[in-house]
């Protein structure tokens, strides 16, 4: 006769089964990439776990959510900053309701304690029984768990269940298990509203940004960018300052976007680029017979631009009679075209940009005085790449991935050699330095069929010795590196363990530095301490 399986042996295995299948489907949320529908996984996940027969989970609470104004939607959300929700199961017009039939204290019991909020029966519970929604919609068992991310607030609340009486152990505990896992998902997926130095920043604005090519994560870097939206909606002028290569113009064109003229043209003009002679004219216009080139009407970049933005790059190499003439045109918004009789108006904001030191050519009678004030409304100073060594990664990726897209090549990565190698190497042109260097290396390892690029492919011209040239804070330091990792080689006969050690370095990153320097051994048996120096090598 078969043997019946014990009661408490089955129901045993249940639990284990059911946590198990828990586990894996919150390692399914893990790589989810979309907001909306982690949301919806998520609650799906929740109240299959704990039997319940309404759930609602909300992210970006505050502790007070009792006067919180309520939205409408499957999942919604004001897209300000406010909760985003999503409940089990709900059209549009019902998640409004269930909304409602919430116990906001709860909600804020569990949100100001940080602890799960369990009642068999908020209707009898002394804590939450005078409660007009309790009341109201006589609320029975409800689970409430928190979700403390660190950047993110919210609730997991699931009310009822489906089988009647209180939710058991095993609910609550599985309850909290997700809330756990799910805080730090929600704060990987709501990084897309902040940036790496927790500014917060509309949804929106972020999607420009990316769309922009404006990766990074730095502090400095997300200054800027934190400066460029709170000026975006104000018609005022902006002057981007910063080394060559920073991005000014790409800055430029997202402070545009970010404006209510983003509808209108982005007019771009060089003026390094113009001839002296041809400034004004391509400034301002000029009617037939102004000049010996103007046979015709000529129609200036400033009404080219109207309604929308003229972007003035490289602005300190302006001649003084065309920095006469833009003051006046700041100071009232009218312009004569060259040649003509009558004033013209334009609606159109002006943003400037420049790498020169303009308070210095205003000291050397080279720049107008009043012209810099009229430009220095808001000043945005971009930094060098110098400045913000941690969004190497980030950009590296974008402008590989951008290459590839522009040149319909395959997808490349890079050795940790070559990683090594630009995160070690200086870039006095800054982003655009970088990009153009990408861009070639990627270009190489496609003609060679390579998957991966290597030091040799991004810098083919490199040589292993230092340019004897005098040195930088990055030279410096790559020089130093050098001279202490050939010392402790020698030091050790060439051991890379015992010289990993020495270092306080995996030996794995030992081998990245000694690629990313170019060191490779020399023939011969080990070189003592005592015998030839290596420190001859820091300098050709």
Not at 186 to 211: I, K, Q, S
Not at 291 to 318: N, P, Q, Y
Not at 476 to 489: D, I, K, P, S, V
Request: one cysteine or more; aromatic letters at 4%; hydrophobic letters at 40%.
């Amino acid at each position: 006769m078969a043997r019946r399986p014990e009661p408490h042996r089955e129901t045993q295995l249940a639990r284990v089964t059911r946590e198990r299948d828990l586990y894996l489907r919150l390692l399914d949320l893990g790589v989810e990439d979309r907001l909306d529908r982690f949301l919806a996984d998520a609650l799906e996940v929740l109240v299959d776990a704990s039997n319940a027969r309404k759930g609602v989970l909300e992210l970006g609470l505050c502790e007070d959510t009792s006067n919180r104004p309520r939205g409408a939607g499957a999942t919604s959300s004001d897209g300000d900053g406010t909760a985003l929700t999503t409940a089990r199961g709900c059209s549009n017009d019902e998640l409004a309701h269930v909304r409602e039939t919430m116990s906001r204290g709860i909600v804020a019991r569990a949100l100001s304690t940080g602890q799960t909020v369990e009642t068999a029966s908020a209707s009898t519970d002394p804590l939450f029984a005078s409660r007009r929604s309790v009341k109201l919609h006589r609320i029975e068992a409800v689970l409430c768990v928190p979700i403390l991310g660190t950047s993110t607030r919210g609730v997991v609340y699931l009310q009822d269940r489906v089988d009647g009486g209180r939710f058991a152990a095993g609910d609550r505990r599985r309850a909290e298990t997700v809330a756990r896992h799910l805080a730090p998902i929600a704060d990987r997926l709501l990084d897309g509203t902040r940036d790496g130095a927790g500014v917060e920043m509309p949804r929106r604005y972020l999607d420009l940004v990316r769309r922009h090519g404006l990766g990074g994560r730095s502090a400095s870097f997300a200054a800027v960018l934190d400066q460029v939206r709170h000026v975006a909606p104000l018609d005022v002028t902006v002057l981007f300052g910063g080394a060559s290569g920073t991005g000014k113009t790409t800055l430029a064109r997202l402070l545009h976007d970010a404006s209510h003229r983003a509808g209108g043209p982005f007019v771009e003009v060089s003026c390094a680029s113009l001839p002296e002679t041809l400034v004004e004219s391509e400034l301002f216009g000029a009617v037939p017979g102004a000049h010996s080139t103007a046979t015709k009407r000529m129609t200036g970049k400033i009404a080219a631009a109207e309604g929308g933005t003229l972007f003035l790059d490289e602005v300190g190499e302006l001649p003084a009679s065309a920095q006469a003439r833009l003051l006046q045109f700041l100071q009232s918004r009218r312009y004569y075209p060259l040649g003509a009789s009558h004033q013209e108006t334009a609606d159109v904001r002006l943003v400037a940009a420049t790498n020169r030191d303009l308070q210095a050519a205003v000291a050397a009678r080279q720049f107008r005085e009043d012209l810099y004030w009229r430009l220095h409304v808001v000043h945005v100073r971009l930094p060098s790449l110098s400045e913000r060594r941690t969004d190497l990664p980030s950009l590296v990726r974008q402008i590989l991935e951008a290459v590839a897209r522009k040149h319909r090549l395959p997808a490349c990565s890079l050795s940790p050699a070559a990683v090594a190698a630009i995160e070690t190497a200086e870039w006095p042109g800054n982003v655009r330095q970088l990009a153009h260097t990408l861009e070639a290396a990627l270009i190489r390892a496609s003609a060679e069929r390579a998957r991966v690029i290597e030091r040799e492919t991004l810098f083919p011209d490199a040589r292993g010795d230092d340019p004897p040239e005098p040195a930088s804070y990055q030279q410096a330091t790559r020089r130093f590196q050098r001279h202490l990792l050939l010392e402790t080689l020698d030091a050790t006969g060439w051991n890379v363990v015992e010289s990993a050690r020495r270092l306080d370095v995996a030996r794995s990153y030992l081998y990245d530095l000694l690629r990313a320097h170019g060191i490779e051994r020399t023939a011969g048996p080990p070189s003592p301490r005592r015998g030839r120096s290596r420190s001859a090598d820091l300098e050709p």
